[in-house]
């Protein structure tokens, strides 16, 4: 079974949209971390928000925010008022046992493009 | 913080080549991480280590492919011979607390094996 899973391949949303990115994940482990990641085309991952499993609150960080939703095993991104800088692969992974584990578990990513 | 550095930035070799890519992580960080991107399989962990020391290596595709850590500054991936195959997008990484324990890529080297 996937561990994490990403159902959109790809979106197009218009530019100052909002844009929800899903990702649902599969763990046992009480203890874990989600993250998202950003590839633009020239190729850098850039990290963009962390949550923790024991986390109260959503994270936030700037135009970004992850919709946390425990019970049904999601973090979905959300970026408020999107921009043509926005087009990329986005990409959901886990970190599960955070005191003794160190690997990441990826999503397949999703593709955003942002219309003007 | 000059972030992870990785080098080259392109290679471009001919099949049956040796191909020695580098990763100078950030400062102070203990592990470090080297995946391969691909469009096929996505993004694949190949092997990583903590304090120099390498902790699993079963991502590693084949022989033909090794990786050395011999200080905490510096780490090569060695394929040796290289195959048309092995093109993909090599990215290292290293564990950065400030990031919540997730990963600091550098910005990959786009091997082609021609």
């Known amino acids: 079974a996937q561990k994490i899973t990403q159902t959109q391949p790809g979106m197009f949303v218009q530019e100052k949209e909002a844009v929800t990115l899903d990702c649902t994940y599969d763990t046992s482990d009480p203890s874990y971390g989600l993250f998202w990641y950003k590839q633009p085309s020239s190729g850098e991952m850039i990290f963009l928000i962390y949550q923790g499993s024991y986390d109260q609150q959503n994270a936030t960080e700037g135009r970004y925010s992850l919709n946390f939703q425990k019970a049904r095993k999601s973090a979905n991104l959300v970026i408020s008022a999107s921009q043509l800088g926005d087009s990329a692969m986005y990409f959901c992974?886990?970190?599960?046992?955070?005191?003794?584990?160190?690997?990441?578990?990826w999503g397949a990513g999703t593709k955003l493009i942002i219309k003007p | 913080d000059a972030g992870v550095i990785q080098s080259p930035r392109h290679e471009v070799t001919e099949m049956g080549q040796e191909v020695t890519l580098r990763c100078k992580p950030i400062s102070g960080h203990d592990y470090l991480f080297w995946y391969r991107q691909t469009m096929m399989r996505g993004l694949e962990l190949l092997i990583y280590f903590n304090n120099n020391v390498p902790i699993d290596d079963s991502g590693m595709p084949e022989d033909r492919f090794s990786a050395k850590m011999p200080n905490a500054s510096f780490s090569t991936l060695k394929i040796q011979p290289s195959e048309p195959r092995d093109s993909a997008v090599y990215f290292c990484?290293?564990?950065?607390?400030?990031?919540?324990?997730?990963?600091?890529f550098g910005s990959g080297t786009r091997l082609t094996v021609v």
């Open positions: 990484a290293s564990l950065g607390r400030r990031t919540n324990y997730g990963y600091t």
């Open positions: 992974a886990m970190r599960e046992g955070l005191d003794s584990n160190y690997q990441l578990i």
